[in-house]
Each structure stands twice: as structure tokens, then as C-alpha cells.
């Protein structure tokens, strides 16, 4: 159980803003109990709840099997973008492909770009579990996610949601920046231990984290990302990410309402846990139903090859298994953005072999072109295999709310 401390606020410059905004007064900014190493103790039907998910868990993970090595890097893509809807940043899978690939593009691209490298990090550096996470580790992540900002925990005061740009109308109110480097470390200690259900301790961690909300920004995606640095350090996962996140996408209100009743008085354990079991369940089959979608269109677009190889005399009409064009459909998944370039990189051939694949799979309708505003071209696109991340992320977007609000002109810095 937590408690709620009384502070002052005073803006330094109200220029700008509104006459409530302008206002002086209290607010109680809300220090949650630290964790410790053990999961509380909860009833029945969440206990329970969470057994059935971490089982959903483990059936999804084989089944996808050898496959979650491509399909990861798809899932976080989905993951992430469906943050970025959060904060603002309206990024389609296409864009966000491209600015990997060429690394260049609008800056919302960009950042979610930074955010499914700093995913992927967390679970490469992070899930060994002989390894003790610390505060830095916490820091390092979210830096990744937001190179921008200064590296280090928040020291001031910040706040989430409300109708103004001050605390005192806020949603929600962490605790001082005081109190942050401890609760921090306690999180790392709690996140370092592999004891008991995996799936309540990456609920019980990314509620946490959300309420200690660490950073100035970033928080959501730093929190997301642990969620899934759990799951692996405990085993619950070996071949795929289960992006959960996504899921709250469906129920906005139900995930506001459950990180409410984590905070409450007693805690609601129980809510909070019960409401993610059912998401990990959710996310489970969505990533095993998009692996099926992906082998489905594979299939799909080998047979387009063939027949396109076959109606213009091309022998064999079947490539061999080494032949170029057949080791980059292979791979569409995971690389749906391509250049030359990065085929001659990756495969290992010359660029001349790696452009002569690349346009036989374009004129038979697999790949597109994509040409700058002077019409030259900068990139082929596998846009089917695109269009499967868009469907899931429409289909799973997350809804929620982190600190960064818009800044009202003239006013002064974003806490």
C-alpha cells in the first residue's frame, strides 16, 4: 500500500498559459510501496488466471517455434508503432521500414525506430538471468529510447494526463523526484528475480514502473519493454516476443482502470493481474495467428514467382535453393524494405546479382518501388507482408497516456 504526499506548486513562468494553469496550490503526488523480491499473494481466479496464461504462454512459443526468430523483429515493429499512436506520432509500417532500412526519414519514424532497437536490446543484454539488473541498466534502456534527453532519472516533478498544464488537474501524479532513485532500485532488484509466475511479476513490474514513471519521457515504452525482459529471463519465452502491450489497445479504459486499481487503497492486485493475464492470452494467439498469415503469404508469393518465371520462359521455373531472388523472398518478413545495397550486404552477393533479383520479383508483382520526389528509385517494399504489421497493429493499438503533453505556446518547459 502506498501513500499520497502533499506538495506546492508554483510555476516559475505562466506566460502563455491559461488562468488555471497560472494557479498556485497543492497537490498530492502519489510513492508506492516498494516491492521487495516476493509476487503478493493473490486470490483464486488472478492465481489462477495467470497460470493459464503463462501455459497459453509456452504452447504459443513452440508452436511458432525456429519461426519466432523472424517474427520477433515484426512483433516489436508492431509493438511499437502502436506506442508511437500514443505520444502523437502517426507512423505507418512502410515509413517506419523505410527509416530502419535507409536510416533517414520524418522524425516520428525515427523514434520508433530507436524504441524497437532499445526492445531489442533489453531482451539481448537483459533476459540472461544470472545477471543482476540495475538502476543504470533501467537508464541505459530508456536512453536508447529517447537519445535526446539528458541520461538519468527525472529530477522534478511530472505528471500524466489532466485538462491543463499543471499538476493540480493531472490524472495522475507520480512520486517526487526524490523518491525515484529508490523505488528504481527496489524495481531492478524485483526485476532481477526469476522466483515464482513470470507473467505476475512482468504485471506487477510494468504497473511499477508506470506508477514511479522514472523519466521525463519515455516512460511507456521503457515500461513495455520490460514486460518483455521478464518473460524471457524466467524462460517463460525462448522463440518469440509477445508484444502484450498491444493488446490494451482494444480496451483503453480497462488498462487506465487497472494501473487505478494497483494504485489504490488496499492495492488491487488482483484486478491489475487478472486484466494483463487476459492480454498475455490474447497477444499469445495474435502472434501465433500472424505467424500462420506469414507462412500462408509466403507460400502465396513463391507460387506467384513460379508461375511468373514460368510464363516468361525462365528455367528453371522453379529457383534453385541457393538462387538469389528465392533467399530474399525467404527472408520478406523480416527485411519487407530492400535496397541493392543491403541484399549484396546481407547475402553476400554483388550488387549486380542483388538488383537483377530485386526487378524480377518486382515485375512479378511481389515487390514495389518506392521512388523520391524526383522519381528515382530509393527502395523495393514487400508491401503484403506490410500490410500484415498494419492489420495487426489497427487491430491491437494501444490506447493509454505518458507524461508528454503538447507545450503551450509560449509557456514554460514540458515537466
Known amino acids: 500500500m502506498g501513500n499520497y504526499v502533499e506538495r506546492l506548486w508554483l510555476p516559475e513562468d505562466a506566460s502563455g498559459l491559461s488562468r ?5 496550490g497543492h497537490y498530492r503526488a502519489y510513492v508506492p510501496d516498494e516491492l521487495g523480491d516476493g509476487l503478493p499473494t493473490l486470490g483464486s481466479q488472478a492465481q489462477g488466471a495467470a497460470e493459464d496464461a503463462l501455459a497459453v504462454l509456452a504452447r504459443a512459443d513452440e508452436r511458432i517455434g525456429t519461426r519466432g526468430r523472424y517474427l520477433n523483429h515484426l512483433l516489436i515493429r508492431s509493438e511499437s508503432i502502436s506506442s508511437s499512436w500514443i505520444e502523437g506520432n502517426r507512423v505507418t509500417p512502410k515509413r517506419l ?3 530502419e532500412l535507409l536510416h533517414q526519414g520524418p522524425r516520428q519514424a525515427l523514434d520508433v525506430v530507436a524504441n524497437v532497437r532499445a526492445t ?3 531482451i539481448e543484454e537483459l533476459a540472461d538471468h544470472t545477471r543482476t539488473i540495475t538502476t543504470d541498466d533501467i537508464i541505459d534502456l530508456q536512453h536508447v529510447i529517447e537519445p535526446r534527453l539528458e541520461r538519468g532519472l527525472r529530477q522534478e516533478q511530472n505528471w500524466v ?11 495522475f501524479v507520480p512520486p517526487p523526484e526524490t523518491e525515484v532513485p529508490r523505488l528504481v532500485a527496489d ?15 512482468a504485471a506487477i513490474a510494468h504497473a511499477q514502473f508506470e506508477t514511479i514513471h522514472p523519466f521525463i519521457d519515455g516512460n511507456g515504452r521503457t515500461g513495455r519493454a520490460l514486460i518483455h525482459t521478464v518473460l524471457r529471463r524466467a524462460d517463460a519465452l525462448r522463440n518469440v516476443l509477445i508484444p502484450i502491450s498491444t493488446v490494451f489497445a482494444g480496451n483503453t ?10 494504485r489504490a487503497d488496499p492495492p488491487g492486485f488482483d484486478d491489475w493481474v487478472l486484466g494483463f493475464a487476459q492480454a498475455t492470452e490474447k ?6 495467428r500472424l505467424a500462420e498469415d506469414i507462412a500462408a503469404l509466403d507460400r502465396e508469393v513463391f507460387d506467384l514467382l513460379v ?5 516468361g520462359g525462365l528455367s528453371p521455373a522453379v529457383p534453385r535453393r541457393d538462387a538469389v531472388v528465392l533467399r530474399i523472398l525467404e527472408t520478406l518478413a523480416a527485411d519487407p524494405v530492400l535496397t541493392a545495397e543491403s541484399v549484396s550486404a546481407r547475402l553476400e552477393v554483388s550488387p549486380a546479382a542483388a538488383h537483377r533479383a530485386l526487378t524480377q520479383l518486382a515485375q512479378a508483382g511481389i515487390l514495389g518501388r518506392t521512388k523520391d520526389q524526383r522519381g528515382r528509385l530509393v527502395c523495393w517494399t514487400a508491401d503484403r507482408h506490410l500490410a500484415l504489421v498494419a492489420f495487426v497493429e489497427r487491430n491491437n493499438r494501444i490506447g493509454g497516456g505518458d507524461t508528454r503533453e503538447r507545450k503551450p505556446r509560449l509557456g514554460p518547459a514540458r515537466p
Do not use: K
Open 253 to 262: 479504459d480497462a488498462y487506465i482502470a487497472g494501473l487505478t486499481e494497483y
Open 307 to 311: 508461375a511468373f518465371r514460368s510464363d
Open 283 to 288: 497477444a499469445a494467439g495474435n502472434a501465433v
Open 161 to 171: 494526463g489532466g485538462s491543463g498544464w499543471s499538476p493540480l488537474r493531472a490524472a
Open 187 to 201: 524495481l531492478a532488484r524485483f526485476v532481477s528475480d526469476t522466483s515464482g509466475n513470470p507473467v505476475v511479476r
Open 120 to 122: 531489442e536490446a533489453a
Open 20 to 24: 488555471w494553469d497560472r494557479d498556485a
Open 97 to 99: 521500414a523505410i527509416a
